[in-house]
Structures are given as structure tokens and as C-alpha cells.
């Protein structure tokens, strides 16, 4: 009878511990594909609100504009960051944003001649709290480093000045401070007029261990070592 007993108990000993390494496989599975939301689509302008380019139809009388002047980010505008995570063996995106974004810009002619946008780091939130205070504290110090900047070492040539509603693509070359550390970076950006200023989107490339950050791994999550900073601006005259 006590065998009988201890064997049951060893049954329901294996079977607890099947049941246990299943639910630890497929829960993290079941709750990225089945319950988490799918992350916010990349900042576009064609996503971005007001981007419908059917105001374009006074574009006779606005589209040539003069546009050369000073410029400031207002609201509207964007920025955060979009990483690739190992969520216990699940791949996941995280996306973390804010609308507290300021900056200028200079424009002579068809070219952006100067300009600089900071990004405030402490109100950059995603869709888990864990993940921001992470963020906040061991990933990026926002309490010592808390903006991120990026300002223009060269001037961004548009080659045409288009009417509202119409995009242009070009080439940005700057640096950019993060957490402390400062590097030069390249990417493509585009421009958009609208009624009464622009919009500009692109994403900035970046590796961690360049900024002094250290890609997070622990308790089930790794990120990977690179991610970009993404942002939209909206500007109006300074």
C-alpha cells in the first residue's frame, strides 16, 4: 500500500513539474502574441496627425511661401526610442515615447543651415511601468542625464522648397548627446509642408555602448545592443 502511495506521489510529482516548465514556456508566448498590444507603428509623416495632404489644394497660393527664417518645434511633435527585446525567449518590440520635445531651426533658402531638438528622457513612457522604471534608473539615469539632444553640424540640403502637403527627402549629419556621451551621426529624414509650417520625421541609429549605456539582460530580458531614436517635429514660426 505505501508503495502504491509513493508511487502516485512520484506520478503527480513529474506531472506538477511538466505542467510547471509548460506554463513557463508557453506563458510568456500566450501573453506577447495573445495579450500584449501590438507596439505603436514607427513615427511617419504620413500617420502623423493633420498629415492628409488634401489642404494641398491651395498649394498655388501657399506652396511658394517664403520659408526662410527661424523655426521652433511646438506641439504635435514626438520622440523616443524603438529596441528589439528577448522577453524569456519571445522577441518583442519596445517602444517608449514623449511630446516634451523642443528646438529650432534656421532656413536660408532651400537648406536648413542650423537647428537642434532635446528630447526630456524622465517623461518617456511605454506600455509597462516596469520597463520605464528600468529606463529611468539603471538604464539611462535620467536623474543625472536627463534630456538627450541632437544638433546639426552641417546644413540639410531639401533642393526645393515644396508646396503644402508635398514631402522632400535629405540627408542629416549632426551629433548627438545621450546619457552623457556625444557622437556624430547620419540618417535620412523628410520634410513636409503644411498650411502654415512643416513637418519633419526620421530615425537616428543607435548603438548603446557608444553612449555608455549598457543593454539591459536580466530577469528573463535582453535587449539588444542597438535600437534607434525615432521622432516627428513640428514647427511653427519662432
Known amino acids: 500500500m505505501a508503495g502504491s502511495i509513493r508511487k502516485h506521489w512520484k506520478r503527480w510529482l513529474i506531472a506538477g513539474a511538466a505542467t510547471i516548465a509548460v506554463l513557463a514556456t508557453a506563458g510568456p508566448y500566450i501573453y506577447i502574441n495573445y495579450v500584449q498590444d501590438e507596439p505603436p507603428a514607427a513615427l511617419s509623416l504620413d500617420n502623423a496627425p493633420g498629415s492628409d495632404s488634401s489642404d494641398s489644394s491651395s498649394g498655388e497660393q501657399t506652396g511658394q511661401k517664403d520659408v526662410e527664417g527661424a523655426w521652433r518645434v511646438t506641439s504635435g511633435s514626438q520622440a523616443g526610442y524603438r529596441v528589439d527585446e528577448v522577453l524569456f525567449g519571445q522577441n518583442v518590440t519596445a517602444v517608449g515615447r514623449t511630446e516634451k520635445v523642443t528646438g529650432e531651426l534656421k532656413i536660408e533658402g532651400d537648406r536648413a543651415v542650423s537647428g537642434s531638438f532635446t528630447v ?119
Open 120 to 238: 526630456d528622457l524622465t517623461s518617456v513612457k511605454s506600455d509597462s511601468d516596469q520597463r520605464d522604471g528600468q529606463f529611468r534608473g539603471q538604464v539611462m539615469n535620467t536623474e543625472q542625464y536627463p534630456e538627450a539632444t541632437f544638433k546639426l553640424t552641417a546644413p540639410v540640403d531639401f533642393s526645393s522648397t515644396p508646396e503644402v502637403g508635398k514631402q522632400v527627402s535629405a540627408k542629416a549629419t549632426g551629433e548627438l548627446t545621450v546619457h552623457g556621451e556625444t557622437n556624430s551621426v547620419s540618417f535620412e529624414l523628410d520634410a513636409q509642408r503644411t498650411a502654415d509650417g512643416f513637418r519633419v520625421n526620421g530615425s537616428i541609429p543607435v548603438t548603446f555602448a557608444d553612449y555608455g549605456v549598457e543593454a539591459p539582460d536580466f530577469g528573463g530580458i535582453a535587449v539588444e545592443d542597438e535600437g534607434v531614436i525615432e521622432f516627428l517635429l513640428t514647427f511653427d514660426r519662432a
